[in-house]
């Protein structure tokens, strides 16, 4: 069953533009199926044939001579040849469209994209189902903690009970868990899915001989996510040196496994945290590899207030994608230990972001939030995302959220 991705239309309007399309993205996100959807005349190719991929690295030219635009290239990242000649081609031709493709992690990708084609192409990037594109809603703009983007959403989000949004948070956005019915693929999914990525991604790329050693890596890192990035203590508990963390991060986040958020900056705010956090962008990838059950045992559970927060920040930066941007999402901390889990920088503001495990947070602003505003930076409305059913402003510049609302 195909769930409408709302990615589809800025990526048909670029491609009217632009001679070549890159949409990038984690394993199994539906990047192949969206673009086959929308453009079911396309040739169709995937180097994830070891014959092709073999034409494709030894005769670049010869392989665009076999399959002619428009074409779709699957999982190109394995012949970053095909980039000088695709290239050629699009400049000779001068049509827009031509060349849609796709890959599944970043390693040398995009550095060998944008230094083949600049100019060229246009840059997507995928992640699991939405909530909104999971629900069949209308396109929903990027989400900022505004009255008014508020007061819009509240005409069309569902309301949802902390059990509901604990089984979402548990069962993962991949769409093949989404589509299954009762869960009863889940777990032999996601084995599937870190088996498959750690031969395929993690051997063959980063040339990683201990997989073991990768995993209990992975399995530790799922077990932090929305913390600080501790370094030694992750060399510690993994037994490996600190080089080895940072270059395994580096490959998470590469693959589209985890993301980065830094730390928010800013020269008239002394004592700032310079250390980035980091979340994982598929909750139920992450509740798998930390070993939850089911999601009654996720929700009182010792990680159920972080779990929460990284399905809040994946899916705000699934509504910046949806939308073809790139999010500007930072955190706030301070030597005195004040903390805004999220700023949202948007236009000449930021916008404050809580996340509480709660059904009635506290009308009081929060000491961070509170702090912030009286700098003198310039400080748009806040929003603490909650567990309430519907909306309700709780001060001045200040509104409870629903989760359902992102």
């Not at 670029?14 to 086959?36: C, D, E, N, W, Y």
């Not at 077990?223 to 600080?228: E, L």
């Amino acid at each position: 069953m195909y769930i409408h991705r709302s990615l589809g239309d800025s990526i048909l309007k670029a491609s009217g533009s632009f001679p070549v399309i890159m949409l990038t993205g984690p394993r199994q996100v539906g990047k192949t199926t969206l673009l086959r959807e929308i453009d079911k005349k396309r040739n169709y190719v995937t180097l994830d044939n070891l014959d092709d991929r073999s034409l494709a690295k030894s005769d670049p030219a010869g392989f665009l001579q076999r399959y002619t635009s428009p074409l779709l290239i699957d999982e190109v990242q394995y012949a970053p040849e095909l980039f000088s000649y695709i290239k050629i081609v699009a400049d000779k031709e001068k049509q827009p469209g031509m060349f849609w493709l796709t890959g599944s992690q970043q390693f040398e990708l995009m550095k060998n994209v944008t230094e083949s084609m600049a100019g060229r192409v246009a840059i997507f990037n995928l992640l699991g189902l939405s909530l909104a594109e999971e629900l069949g809603q209308p396109e929903s703009l990027p989400f900022v903690p505004k009255l008014d983007y508020v007061e819009q959403k509240s005409k069309t989000a569902p309301k949802f009970t902390m059990p509901q949004i604990y089984h979402k948070i548990w069962r993962g956005s991949y769409p093949f868990i989404v589509t299954d019915q009762d869960d009863k693929n889940r777990d032999q999914f996601y084995q599937s899915y870190i088996s498959t990525y750690i031969q395929r991604d993690i051997r063959d790329f980063m040339q990683i001989s201990e997989q073991d050693v990768f995993l209990r890596f992975m399995q530790i890192a799922a077990a932090r996510t929305g913390q600080i990035i501790n370094y030694a203590d992750f060399a510690r508990d993994v037994g490996v040196t600190i080089p080895t963390i940072k270059s395994w991060i580096t490959a998470l986040r590469a693959s589209g496994i985890v993301y980065i958020l830094q730390p928010y900056f800013n020269n008239r705010i002394k004592r700032l945290v310079k250390t980035p956090k980091f979340y994982f962008l598929d909750t139920g990838l992450c509740s798998y590899l930390s070993g939850w059950p089911n999601p009654d045992v996720l929700e009182r559970g010792a990680m159920s207030g972080a779990i929460l927060e990284t399905y809040v920040l994946s899916e705000i930066i699934k509504s910046y994608y949806n939308n073809a941007k790139q999010p500007r999402l930072f955190y706030y901390r301070d030597k005195d230990q004040s903390e805004i889990d999220l700023l949202i920088e948007s236009g000449e503001y930021i916008y404050p972001v809580e996340v509480k495990k709660t059904a009635t947070p506290s009308r009081l602003p929060t000491k961070s939030i509170a702090k912030l505003q009286k700098s003198d930076l310039s400080v748009g409305d806040a929003g603490v995302i909650c567990l309430r059913e519907d909306f309700i402003p709780l001060s001045r510049g200040i509104t409870a959220i629903p989760v359902g609302y992102i």
